[in-house]
Nanobody, 124 residues
Framework: QVQLVESGGGLVQAGGSLRLSCAAS????????MGWFRQAPGKEREFVSR????????DYADAVRGRFTISRDNAKNTVYLQMNSLKPEDTAVYYC?????????????????WGQGTQVTVSS
């Protein structure tokens, strides 16, 4: 069973950038579709982005398209989320998740492994 650990969160001013990383261990990373989700205070967790087994092949929520970029390095068992032009409404705990390779979905229920989350706070 793959395990996921996120890092890279922090406090940033509006307009700034952060890069989140999600390191996988204990499984065959290249066989998983990887996704990023986020949960803001008082809100339900929502889809942010997903990436297929190999590039290209990415998908973004409307709220982040054009500002966020997902990528993966299968040699390093890591998926990244580059976040630019951050806004206060991007403040949330960000989670990475893994789904079996035949899955191509935005639905959380289709992702069977989750990281512990990393906090991103964007100040205005």
């Amino acid at each position: 069973q793959v395990q996921l650990v996120e890092s890279g969160g922090g406090l940033v001013q509006a307009g700034g950038s952060l890069r989140l990383s999600c390191a996988a261990s204990g499984g065959t990373f290249s066989t998983y579709v990887m996704g990023w989700f986020r949960q803001a205070p008082g809100k339900e967790r929502e889809f942010v982005s997903r990436i297929r087994l190999t590039d290209p092949g990415a998908d973004y929520a409307d709220a982040v398209r054009g500002r966020f970029t997902i990528s993966r390095d299968n040699a390093k068992n890591t998926v990244y989320l580059q976040m630019n032009s951050l806004k206060p409404e991007d403040t949330a705990v960000y989670y990475c998740a893994a789904a079996y390779g035949w899955t191509w979905s935005r639905l959380q229920d289709n992702y069977h492994v989750w990281g512990q989350g990393t906090q991103v706070t964007v100040s205005s």
